[in-house]
């Protein structure tokens, strides 16, 4: 079975453009989550999307915005970038065990902004 | 505050040595999850164990353990005897339904390198 896949691999951009970021799951999988990671530091939640809905946002500014289709793949859109946004933006395709999700990572998207 | 805290930067170790990377969580919910992950240099955070707040028994998988103490909000992992390919970033990470089951808040993570 595949595996999570995200598409760019790697991005650079300029400061105030505009970048959208990929994400298919794993078949069967009904939720994807996305995370910023800062070098040296761990993953931060930006969203979780489950059946097309959005089910939790992390403490990000409004620049940021996601929607998952009915395919269940998902897009990850940042306006007006700046600096502070480059990272390592990693999808994570999930199933719902017990009351939580089991979260599978993709390989991540390298956005460099300059 | 860090809702997981992973105090150990980095450990160095030999080939064959044990290591244990130490985690301690922080909530106030009564059932929550805990899950480890690893993160070669590939950056891929790979899956390697979930755990919820009911279940203290200790899990052994291979050369992976792990020691789960509720009265000490520690959630530890063990390699035993060390591989090269054991040398990865490992992060610790907590589900809550305070927040939202699925938000995983990570710790910063424990750098583990094996030298042969």
């Known amino acids: 079975d595949a595996g999570v896949t995200q598409s760019p691999t790697h991005l650079i951009k300029t400061r105030g453009q505009h970048v959208t970021l990929r994400c298919s799951p794993i078949?069967?999988?009904?939720?994807v989550s996305w995370y910023q990671q800062v070098l040296g530091q761990g993953p931060q939640f930006i969203f979780q999307?489950?059946?097309?809905?959005?089910?939790g946002r992390g403490n990000f500014p409004d620049r940021f915005s996601a929607r998952q289709f009915p395919n269940y793949s998902s897009e990850l859109n940042v306006n007006a970038l700046l600096l502070g946004d480059s990272a390592l933006y990693l999808c994570?395709?999930?199933?719902?065990?017990?009351?939580?999700?089991?979260?599978?990572f993709g390989p991540g998207t390298r956005l460099t902004v300059t | 505050a860090q809702k997981v805290t992973q105090a150990q930067t980095e450990i160095s170790v030999v080939e064959k040595e044990d290591v244990t990377l130490d985690c301690v969580y922080e909530?106030?919910?009564?059932?929550?999850?805990l899950f480890w992950y690893k993160q070669p240099p590939s950056g891929e955070l790979v899956f390697l164990i979930r755990?919820?707040?009911?279940?203290?028994q200790n899990e052994i998988s291979g050369r992976y353990s792990w020691n789960f103490q509720k009265s000490t909000s520690s959630f530890n992992f063990t390699i035993t005897a060390s591989q090269v390919v054991d040398s990865a970033v490992y992060f610790c990470?907590?589900?809550?339904?305070?927040?939202?089951?699925?938000?995983?808040?990570f710790g910063a993570g424990t750098q583990v390198v094996v030298t042969p």
């Open positions: 994570a395709s999930s199933f719902r065990v017990d009351m939580t999700y089991e979260q599978y």
């Open positions: 078949s069967g999988h009904k939720s």
């Open positions: 999307y489950y059946e097309k809905e959005e089910r």
């Open positions: 909530t106030r919910d009564t059932t929550y999850y």
């Open positions: 755990r919820n707040s009911f279940d203290e």
């Open positions: 990470a907590l589900s809550e339904p305070t927040d939202s089951w699925g938000k995983l808040q």
